[in-house]
């Protein structure tokens, strides 16, 4: 059915033009109180862990220049996840990648508040329950070594490292094994503990390639003979033996 435009019985210009009458905008759902709770919780909870994280990283601005401090995203990434600028934020726990002379560590931060923590191998208890930090501890160093091996062409070993922020007692009745635990006011001397594994250049050049995205998503980054990892019970200062 074609319509066709009224042909106006008076000349347009006897009458003024009609006004628009806008359209009347449409209703918002309005949040139920239970939204409102849980938005203002995640709010809450997103604070904290960003304080908790921030009390952390105070301890390393003392460490020097040679040690480099990554946000990296710690969960999977995606070529349609990257373009979301706040996927560092869905975290529910603050982490980062410390890069320096003593290698490279994933360090994964738990706020605990005032409560008391039990520790006892692989096994962390908080309040009657029992968080599993140590293997997602270790989950994100693997994956960060997976990424940076595949990244570099080399194998890079991540160490795991679960830091406590609060103010409650924290009581250890056994270490995990291939997991460093300490608190965040300890965390510094944990880091510079392990000596001199790499070189300063090293560390910045791992450091620029945790910082981009595409190491995250596997991306192909040849060029191994930039990198220099020493072995066990080597340093950076150490010599090579001469042949005679």
């Known amino acids: 059915m074609t319509v066709f435009s009224a ?7 006897a009458l003024p033009p009609a006004p628009v009458q806008p359209l009347p905008p449409l209703e918002a759902a309005r949040p139920t109180p239970m939204d409102w709770a849980r938005r203002r919780r995640a709010e809450r909870d997103a604070r904290r862990i960003e304080a908790a994280g921030a009390r ?32 560092r934020s869905r975290d529910d726990r603050a982490g980062f990648l410390a ?26 208890q908080i309040n009657g329950k029992r968080p599993a930090y140590i293997a997602e501890a270790r989950r994100d160093a693997k994956r960060a070594a997976k990424a940076l091996s595949n990244a570099v062409g080399l194998t890079i070993p991540v160490t795991p490292v679960l830091t406590f922020v609060g103010s409650g007692v924290i009581s250890v009745y056994g270490l995990p094994k291939e997991c460093l635990v300490a608190t965040h ?39 191994a003979a930039d990198y220099r990892w020493y072995e066990e019970g080597r340093t950076a200062a150490d010599k090579r033996a001469s042949r005679r």
Do not use: C
């Not at 952390?56 to 070529?79: F, I, K, N, Q, Y």
């Open 7 to 13: 042909r106006s019985a008076v000349p347009a210009r």
């Open 56 to 87: 952390a990283l105070s301890r390393l601005d003392h460490l020097g220049p040679s040690w480099h401090v990554v946000d990296w995203p710690r969960t999977e990434l995606t070529e349609t996840s990257m373009l979301d600028l706040d996927y």
């Open 99 to 124: 890069i320096g002379p003593s290698g490279i560590f994933a360090v994964t931060v738990a706020d605990h508040g005032r409560a008391r923590v039990l520790i006892a191998g692989d096994v962390v």
């Open 185 to 223: 006011r300890e965390l510094d001397r944990l880091l510079v503990a392990g000596g001199n594994r790499i070189s300063a250049a090293t560390a910045e050049k791992l450091s620029r390639v945790a910082q981009a995205p595409s190491t995250w998503l596997n991306a192909p980054y040849r060029s």
